[in-house]
């Protein structure tokens, strides 16, 4: 059961209005195979906007989610958020750190929770992406979707991030992982309208690794078979 024609999925690099390079982040993405540029550690800022009520969220709800509150220990930071207006677009990518195989909803939550505080620790409102999927096939609440996500540089307005846990350039993703990838994806497709040429990786919109070689070669095998809505 696979993916669609015309997808694309992606990670790691934030925009708002303005930004800057930081010093390294505890993983790297790397860059694409052949891009001729050295590996990037580089995460721009989330400078946060001028308080300000929030725009209502692109309200769509998701059943079966495990939420924010069952796996974060700081709350976020909306002033260092931009309202997340207009979904056009599904980004998926891979977490980047080391490889990760654990089917603990316990590990699972420490995992989420180290990459906020990494995110954070960067000046971001929030772990920059808005679900998360590990690799028993859960399904987690990130960022709140009222808000912009931090994950594709320059591309973040009106894109939902997904990432999958684990480092995909070092391991492979499970089949529960993917299965649960392909379904809600779907699920997100369906509530936005979102067409298949518009759900890409993080490599097909940036020069990096992520979403990882095996990763990458899962998504093309699902969009030969047409797995997507």
């Not at 999925?9 to 209005?17: E, I, S």
């Not at 999958?164 to 497709?189: H, K």
Request: aromatic content about 8%; overall charge positive.
């Amino acid at each position: 059961m696979f993916l669609l024609a015309g997808l694309g999925f992606l990670a790691g690099c934030a925009t708002t209005r303005r930004s800057t390079s930081l010093p390294d982040v505890p993983w790297s993405y790397g860059r694409a195979p052949g891009s001729g540029l050295p590996p990037r550690n580089d995460y721009p800022v989330l400078e946060p906007t001028a308080p300000g009520p929030v725009q209502s969220p692109p309200s769509q709800t998701f059943g079966g989610l495990i939420p924010r509150s069952g796996w974060a220990t700081g709350s976020p930071i909306p002033t260092r958020m931009d309202p997340l207006t207009g979904v056009h677009r599904i980004t998926l990518h891979h977490d980047g750190m080391t490889p990760f195989s654990s089917t603990s909803q316990g590990d699972a939550a420490a995992r989420i929770d180290s990459i906020r505080r990494a995110h954070q620790a960067q000046g971001w409102g929030d772990v920059g992406y808005h679900f998360i999927v590990d690799p028993a096939g859960r399904v987690w609440e990130g960022r709140l979707l009222q808000f912009q996500g931090a994950h594709v540089k320059d591309k973040n307005p009106g894109n939902i991030g997904i990432v999958c846990l684990g480092n995909f350039e070092r391991q492979s993703p499970t089949s529960a992982q993917i299965d649960a990838l392909r379904e809600f994806v779907c699920r997100v497709q369906s509530a936005y309208r979102i067409p298949n040429s518009r759900v890409q990786t993080h490599r097909e919109l940036a020069p990096t690794l992520c979403p990882g070689g095996a990763m990458q070669a899962r998504i093309a095998q699902l969009r030969q078979v047409g797995a997507f809505a």
